[in-house]
């Protein structure tokens, strides 16, 4: 039995509708199609021919045979590694990121815990810690263990901070230390790592012995956690994930090597839900690492879907929410692959006075500022204009949620603490996501080609074919270039626009930002800018960007146009939840 045979068969398996048309499957068998077609039994050939079979079968026939493919190709031409790229790149299956954001506090942590029904995953609840690096979550569908793997920041990366910090110290040694965000930021990772050893003598911070417990940083692998149970996962992962202000009290010789930590995948088994779904715990507005800056900027951008997480009892007034909303935005929008944004307002359960109220009132206070904290929301998303022309209302969704209720259950049932709307959402993301349909199509494709490759059809036949490709193909390319130049035209008549109001507006836009006033750290702000090609993370406090407010009329000029390019290109995916 043919491959393409088999390949075409599953393809029916799984959406007939959609099946490729073909009139002829081949009277021919190639060698290599034969020989996979003999080594098949006429069990499994009569397996695949039937409807309904499970997707996790189809699969595995399909990856057999594309495995015996990538065996024969043995020749050192450009084709075959060619198809032994593709075939390789067929394993890498693309999942839907659903991006985390909020302050510290906000009940993240929490959230994620209860919509995965898994109480003491990620730590949450100290008033002291926070999550310092992404942790990203998804279901481990290769073992039945609880697992995280490490991802560290280079050798490299960590002496280029080391060197910063030491310049950020030597520069601060009388100056006024409480208000540097730079200087307790660099004390914080030093202390983390190094202890009090750092203060005293330090003149070799890469010598071995700092990274006893962790000699996979030196030698640039990740580190594999391998657990039992979530609990006893989440006490092991503390030390690469969580900043603790309280680190240095009492825990002398205790090391955190959050610091270089770069990433942390946290795998979870029996989770269908997150199957194809990864669950990203995002930290503030990006790194001052400059390493983990750039997998902050490349997973936001690719999130499908980015979840705003704070407390309910501020949410329409939160500031630092709506400013990290603000910042991220044109990652997520016309730069970004998101189109669904949920306002998320935790904690809804937490009532003043609650002890004064019966069971009923209690729930119907809930009920009632929940209603109150969307539409106030709401009210408050149509006020913010830079996130407005990113994102419409119909992609703008607000969720009042309670995790301790829906765990416990004593005020509101499941469904009002909005956890399994949440969980619907995911599940959606899901189903709506194949990797046997993604491999199964790659698969014919990459036989497809092969078929045309080993086919030995009458010259003449090709010579006519080739010609007739070759005009169509002229033909698509006039309606390609026409597009291109109208395409072309218009953003090039905006981004004229744009550089005429820069030069028109830059000088205020500098002034505002280099306005010296009698800030003592004006100096010390410039020169991070400086150093770091114009833009500066402070711990706690807003981003600034210099390049970002240089070319904002740029960006804003070309926005409304790159929206119509956009809504052509990738239509906006329906959730019916």
């Given amino acids: 039995m043919p491959m393409q045979i088999v390949i075409i068969s599953c393809l029916t398996h799984i959406h007939p509708q959609v099946l490729p048309s073909t009139s002829d499957t081949g009277k021919r068998k190639s060698d290599l199609q034969s020989d996979a077609s003999r080594l098949q039994s006429p069990a499994k050939r009569q397996r695949l021919s039937m409807s309904g079979f499970p997707e996790s079968i189809i699969l595995s026939d399909v990856k057999s045979i594309m495995t015996f493919v990538h065996a024969r190709l043995n020749d050192e031409d ?18 839907e990121l659903v991006g985390v954001f909020g302050k510290t506090g906000a009940g993240k942590s929490s959230l994620i815990n209860a919509i995965i029904k898994e109480k003491n995953l990620l730590p949450s609840g100290s008033v002291n810690a926070c999550t310092s690096v992404m942790i990203k979550v998804e279901a481990n569908t290769r073992s039945l263990k609880y697992e ?43 202390s983390a790592l190094y202890g009090q050893e750092w203060r005293r003598s330090f003149e070799n911070p890469m010598d071995s012995k700092y990274f006893k417990e962790i000699p996979e940083f030196l030698q640039s692998r990740r580190k594999i956690l391998t657990c039992e149970s979530a609990n006893e996962l ?37 989770k269908p839900l997150l199957q194809h779904v990864t669950l990203v715990d995002l930290p503030g507005n990006g790194d001052c690492n400059k390493c983990r800056d750039q997998m902050w900027k490349g997973i936001v951008g690719d999130c499908s879907t980015v979840w705003i997480v704070t407390e309910i009892n501020r949410a329409a007034a939160e500031k630092e929410a709506w400013e990290i909303l603000e910042s991220v935005s044109s990652l997520i929008g016309n730069g970004g692959e998101c189109q669904q944004i949920h306002f998320i307002c935790t904690k809804s359960d937490l009532l003043d006075d609650s002890d004064d109220l019966s069971s009923a009132d209690i729930h119907d206070q809930i009920i009632k500022r929940n209603i109150q904290a969307n539409d106030g929301v709401r009210k408050e998303f149509n006020k913010r204009s830079k996130i407005k022309k990113h ?62 490759a080993n086919s030995r059809g009458v010259k003449v036949k090709k010579g006519e074919a080739y010609a007739e490709l070759e005009r169509i193909m002229i033909l698509q390319l006039d309606n390609v270039n026409n597009e291109m130049e ?17 030069k028109c507006t830059f000088g205020e836009k500098l002034k505002i930002f280099l306005y010296r006033g009698r800030n003592s750290g004006f100096c010390r702000v410039l020169k991070c800018v400086v150093e770091n090609g114009g833009v500066h993370k402070p711990k706690n406090g807003t981003l600034i960007n210099l390049n970002m407010k240089l070319a904002s009329c740029l960006t ?19 959730h019916n939840f």
């Fill in 78 to 95: 450009k084709l075959s590694a060619f198809l032994r790229k593709k075939i390789s790149d067929l394993e890498t299956d693309k999942r």
């Fill in 148 to 190: 995280a793997e490490i991802e560290f920041i280079t050798k490299e990366e960590w002496k280029d901070e080391l060197w910063s910090f030491r310049q950020l110290l030597d520069n601060n040694e009388n100056q006024e230390k409480e208000d540097n965000d730079d200087y307790r930021d660099a004390v914080e990772k030093l």
């Fill in 234 to 270: 989440s006490a092991k992962c503390i030390k690469y994930t969580r900043s603790d202000s309280k680190q240095e009290e009492g825990n002398e010789g205790k090391k955190w090597f959050w610091p270089l930590v770069k990433c942390v995948t946290v795998k979870v088994p029996n």
């Fill in 391 to 452: 994102f419409t209302d119909d992609s703008f969704k607000v969720f009042t949620v309670s995790s301790k209720e829906f765990l416990k259950g004593k005020h509101l049932s499941p469904e009002e603490t909005e956890i399994p709307k949440l969980q619907g959402f995911l599940q959606e993301l899901n189903d709506c996501h194949s990797e046997t349909v993604n491999y199964v199509y790659g698969a014919y494709g990459i036989l497809s080609l092969i078929q045309g």
């Fill in 486 to 502: 109208d395409t072309y035209t218009a953003f090039k008549k905006c981004l004229d626009d744009g550089v005429e109001k820069s």
């Fill in 556 to 574: 804003d000029s070309i926005d409304e146009e790159f929206r119509k390019f956009r809504k052509l290109c990738f239509p906006v995916r329906k």
